[in-house]
């Protein structure tokens, strides 16, 4: 039992950090975190791809929703994304807690 809620654990945090970072990014940017990185600057670019690896879920989920909504796309899809979103999150909860639980 305590492998899942260390499982689900991991895969909250990373929801939140992506919750968290892609709040942050709409805030900085006035737009929201797209896989789309139309930034001039380097460091725009390099800043952009950050933020896109801990809200990776987030934009998933919210383009895979539009998709459903708007262009009527079979639930598979839905289905199909969140899984992607949950593995990312999984993935990237695994890294923070890792770093959190060793500093």
């Known amino acids: ?5 260390a ?7 990373g929801f939140v950090a992506a919750g968290l970072t892609s709040s942050f990014y709409r805030m ?3 737009k929201p975190p797209s896989f789309q990185l139309t930034s001039e600057s ?10 896109l690896v801990f809200a990776g879920p ?13 262009e009527n796309r079979p639930p598979f899809w839905m289905l ?4 992607i979103a949950t593995i990312w999150s999984f993935l990237s909860g ?5 770093v959190m639980l060793s500093a």
């Open 28 to 30: 900085v940017t006035s």
């Open 42 to 51: 380097t460091f725009g670019q390099l800043a952009g791809v950050l933020a």
């Open 94 to 98: 695994v890294f923070l807690l890792g």
């Open 80 to 83: 199909l994304s969140g899984c």
């Open 58 to 70: 987030t934009v998933i989920l919210r383009n895979a929703l539009r998709a459903q909504v708007f």
């Open 1 to 5: 039992m305590h492998q899942f809620t």
């Open 7 to 13: 499982f689900f654990f991991s895969i909250a945090t």
